[in-house]
């Protein structure tokens, strides 16, 4: 396993939470995915969501990063008093992708089957049977 990173969730203001991360930490964005750029015929966004966040990426350090997206209103809010995070583990291979999504999502709830996301890895994420909430990926580098 090459990393375990926080993932945070926002009520639509994830821009301006790691534009202020950024001015913290320093560094860039890897990546900052819309939900603009993944709407299609089978997964329409409203206008009021697409300039949303649905994937942004900030490097911390050498081997950590900081990740995050807006939670759509069809979701519902991120009670912001619990939990609103994801661990999200990188793994090495799909293989071990596959073999840490399946032992972790075990008897808890998978949210999104792992396979081919739209900021580019192969990821899936699910909340486990205590009710932690996870994703994992592989991005090959």
Do not use: C
Not at 32 to 38: G, L, M, Q
Not at 111 to 123: D, L, R, T, V
Not at 127 to 136: H, N, S
């Amino acid at each position: 396993m090459r990393t375990i990173n926080p993932w945070i969730n926002f009520n639509g203001n994830a821009e301006e939470a790691f534009t202020f991360y950024k001015s913290v930490f320093g560094g860039e964005f890897t990546k900052i995915v819309r939900f603009k750029d993944i709407s299609s015929a089978e997964f329409p966004v409203p206008e009021k969501e697409a300039q949303k966040i649905m994937y942004i990426a900030l490097p911390i350090g050498k081997h950590n990063v900081l990740k995050a997206n807006d939670v759509p209103e069809f979701m519902g809010r991120v009670n912001e008093e619990e939990n609103r995070s994801k661990i999200s583990v990188s793994a090495e291979s799909r293989e071990e992708a596959d073999k840490i999504f399946n032992g972790l999502s075990a008897g808890g709830n998978v949210e999104g089957p792992i396979g081919e996301s739209p900021w580019g890895s192969y990821a899936g994420m699910f909340r486990d049977k205590y009710g932690i909430e996870w994703i994992v990926e592989f991005a090959p580098q």
